[in-house]
Each structure stands twice: as C-alpha cells, then as structure tokens.
C-alpha cells in the first residue's frame, strides 16, 4: 500500500527558517498529488500548501508569502520562512491518486496520510 513519511521536524528560532520533506512510496506511478496540512492540539486541521495535477502550487492564506512548496519526482518539500509561534504544529503529508488523463489536488481531497512530523518555534 502507497505510504507517506515526512521528515525535518525539531526546533527552530522565530524568523527562522525549516524545510520539511515528504517521500511517498508503494505508487505504482506518478499519478498522484500530494499536500501538506498542519494540526495544533484543540484545533481543526488546516491546509498548508499543495501541489496539483497541473502543476500549480497553492498555498493556505497564512503562510502564502513566507512557505515554498516544490516536489520532485515522489518527494514533496516545504520551505519554511520567517516563521512564527503559531506557525508550531504537526505537520502532515498528504496524498491523493487519480485516474489517468484526470486530475487531482491533496489540499481538496486526500486517502492518504502520513504520521506527522512537529516542530516547534523558539523565541
């Protein structure tokens, strides 16, 4: 079965600067789109930033400006920068398949999921 693991967590200064990865195994193809969303205790989930099938990133209201999402091949990255207390979470990779000649975005919907990595936000 398709699995997602993100790495990169841990601590960094507020202004600081953190890059996430996610690398996703067990696709038979490249048919698939992936997302990051974050989680605070007590909170909703919230979509962070994403990749669709077109290839356009999108990103969530607050981080657009500051965060950078890429992917290469199966792994999808994110750049974090300036970044804030609130900004402290755990961080998931997400992932979505589509149908061939279809289309697909993770942050809309997604059946896949990682197990999260947190960092935290130092002053």
């Known amino acids: 079965a398709p699995q997602l693991a993100e790495s990169g967590g841990g601590s960094v200064q507020a202004g600081g600067s953190l890059t996430l990865s996610c690398t996703a195994t067990?696709?038979?193809?490249?048919?698939?789109?992936m997302a990051w969303f974050r989680q605070v205790a007590g909170k909703e989930r919230e979509g962070v930033a994403g990749?669709?099938?077109?290839?356009t990133p999108t990103y969530g209201n607050s981080v657009r400006g500051r965060f950078t999402v890429y992917r290469a091949f199966n792994t999808l990255s994110l750049q974090m920068n300036l970044l804030r207390r609130e900004d402290a979470a755990v961080y998931y990779c997400?992932?979505?398949?589509?149908?061939?000649?279809?289309?697909?975005?993770?942050?809309?919907?997604?059946?896949?999921w990682g197990e999260g990595t947190q960092f935290t936000v130092t002053s």
């Open positions: 990749i669709g099938s077109d290839g």
């Open positions: 067990g696709f038979s193809n490249s048919g698939y789109c």
């Open positions: 997400a992932a979505v398949r589509r149908r061939s000649g279809g289309s697909c975005n993770a942050l809309i919907s997604a059946n896949y």
